[in-house]
């Protein structure tokens, strides 16, 4: 099983629907984030976790909104769907004992969203 | 604030050629420097980094790159190409005071050539 699962990994839904992605870490990791990324765009930050109390805006949060319901579970939503925000959503997670400081992230496969 | 440029968004060799994928750093702050690989369909993979020390670095599958402060670079390459190598490939940077947050480049997809 993969360390960072993610789902739904396809959904294509309307314009104005709630929708959430979750995801959910068996490495122990306390810090979890959700990118999204666009073709040529590269990867931009939505939101980050350090511990369960602690959640921080990224680049691009506004339409988004997250909950960390437990230390292994990061959800995001999208309140109300528009076409622009059709892209693909990573979830990752890092070690503060040593991941955090030197940047290296353990992503989910990722989470293909449409908005028509 | 830090910010990376990856020159090329699309780079093709033939197999067994160099591969060399660039990328160019902005940093307020000694930077961390990365890159990451993704394969179809996948997630992100850390490739290789630098934080400090030694300014060549080597990482999986044959990669290694090199730190140059005074280019502001960290060029990805590996002498010999696989077919296995086809994948795009993100480099990122963060401060050297703590990785709050890493800035990806915008990517290179790499085509090996049989």
């Known amino acids: 099983d993969a360390d960072v699962t993610q789902t739904p990994r396809n959904r294509i839904t309307k314009t104005g629907k709630r929708i959430m992605l979750e995801c959910s870490q068996t490495k122990g990791h306390d810090r979890m984030y959700w990118y999204r990324q666009d073709p040529g765009l590269g990867l931009r930050l939505i939101y980050y976790?350090?511990?369960?109390?602690?959640?921080n805006k990224g680049e691009i949060s506004d339409g988004y909104s997250v909950s960390r319901q437990a230390q292994a579970k990061f959800s995001l939503s999208l309140e109300s769907a528009i076409p622009n925000q059709t892209a693909l959503y990573f979830c990752?997670?890092?070690?503060?004992?040593?991941?955090?400081?030197?940047?290296?992230?353990?992503f989910g496969e990722g989470s293909r969203l449409t908005v028509l | 604030a830090q910010s990376v440029t990856q020159l090329g968004s699309h780079v093709s060799v033939s197999e067994g050629a160099l591969v060399l994928l660039r990328c160019n750093y902005s940093?307020?702050?000694?930077?961390?420097l990365f890159w990451y690989v993704q394969y179809p369909n996948q997630g992100l993979q850390l490739l290789l980094k630098?934080?400090?020390?030694?300014?060549l670095v080597k990482g999986i599958n044959g990669f290694e790159a090199e730190f140059k402060k005074s280019e502001t670079s960290f060029h990805l390459t590996k002498p010999s190409a696989h077919m296995s190598d086809a994948a795009e490939y993100f480099c990122a940077v963060s401060g050297a005071s703590g990785a709050n947050n890493l800035f990806f480049g915008t990517g290179t997809r790499l085509t090996v050539i049989p």
């Open positions: 940093s307020s702050v000694p930077p961390y």
């Open positions: 990752a997670t890092s070690d503060p004992g040593g991941g955090a400081v030197t940047g290296e992230l353990f």
């Open positions: 976790s350090f511990d369960v109390k602690d959640i």
């Open positions: 630098y934080t400090t020390g030694a300014t």
